[in-house]
């Protein structure tokens, strides 16, 4: 390649083109290409290769603990699913709409699965998402407001245009818990999309949040306002061998 032609494309950052021109000058001159077709063909090879670092960061950014798609998903291990349902979610028009996803169910039926699922495909399409169980994130608001810091840690949960909650209800929340987390919910209203995964029917949200009857409707009421609900129903699929006879 000319030196000062590989200086340019260096300081340009276009390093696809940089790679692919040579090779492509060849296949030009081997099929006659216009020099508009080498052109066009360059500047798509080094779209898709900015499109893909573009996906890489923000699947690396949304801290997925497993990368899953629905594709690896057992549908008929459930008892009960909404497959079609579940794969509607997956057109993102709830991103779309700003609106919630609530997967319910028992442990070990996929609901950490379809939210992780949801939330990859969201990366794919261009949108920012945050993957972070319950627990985790209100230790750092908690950890973050004892410091005098809330705001700026609150700002990581209300940026992603996806927030992913994983394993709500598996432990309870106390007041201070209780009150961090309906901030982050009523800051997030009908400004970005919310996956929940919960062990708890609606009816047992006291429960979570320290039965504290006023916290958990007004969670409720933003959460349900727009949302689609999920329910799964089974026994774990960690069990599968245990459960199912050998042969």
């Excluded at 594709?71 to 609106?99: M, Y």
């Excluded at 319910?104 to 998402?129: D, F, P």
């Excluded at 996956?195 to 959460?223: M, Q």
Aim: positive net charge; proline residues 3%.
């Amino acid at each position: 390649m000319n030196a000062i032609l590989e200086e340019h494309l260096a300081y340009l950052k276009l390093a696809d083109i940089a790679a692919q021109c040579e090779p492509l000058a060849a296949d030009a001159a081997a099929k006659g290409w216009t020099h508009v077709e080498y052109l066009r063909r360059l500047l798509e090879g080094e779209c898709r290769a900015r499109q893909q670092r573009a996906i890489e960061r923000r699947v690396q950014a949304a801290r997925f603990p497993v990368v899953k798609t629905l594709d690896r998903f057992r549908w008929d291990w459930p008892k009960k699913i909404n497959e079609l349902q579940v794969k509607n979610l997956l057109r993102l028009t709830f991103v779309e709409k700003k609106t919630n996803v609530i997967l319910m169910g028992g442990v070990g039926l996929g609901k950490s699965h379809v939210a992780t699922a949801l939330g990859y495909e969201a990366c794919q399409r261009g949108h920012s998402v945050l993957f972070t169980t319950a627990v985790d994130a209100l230790n750092n608001l908690v950890a973050a407001q004892a410091a005098q810091r809330l705001k700026a840690e609150l700002k990581r949960y209300l940026a992603p245009t996806v927030l992913i909650l994983d394993e709500l209800g598996y432990l309870p929340l106390d007041k201070t818990g209780a009150d961090l987390l309906f901030q982050v919910i009523s800051q997030r209203y009908e400004r970005g999309s919310l996956i929940i995964t919960t062990n708890k029917a609606y009816k047992n949200w006291p429960e979570i949040f320290n039965h504290d009857a006023g916290i958990t409707s007004a969670i409720l009421d933003r959460v349900l306002h727009h949302a689609d609900t999920v329910v799964i129903e089974g026994k774990s699929f960690r069990m599968k061998d245990q459960i199912e006879p050998t042969t």
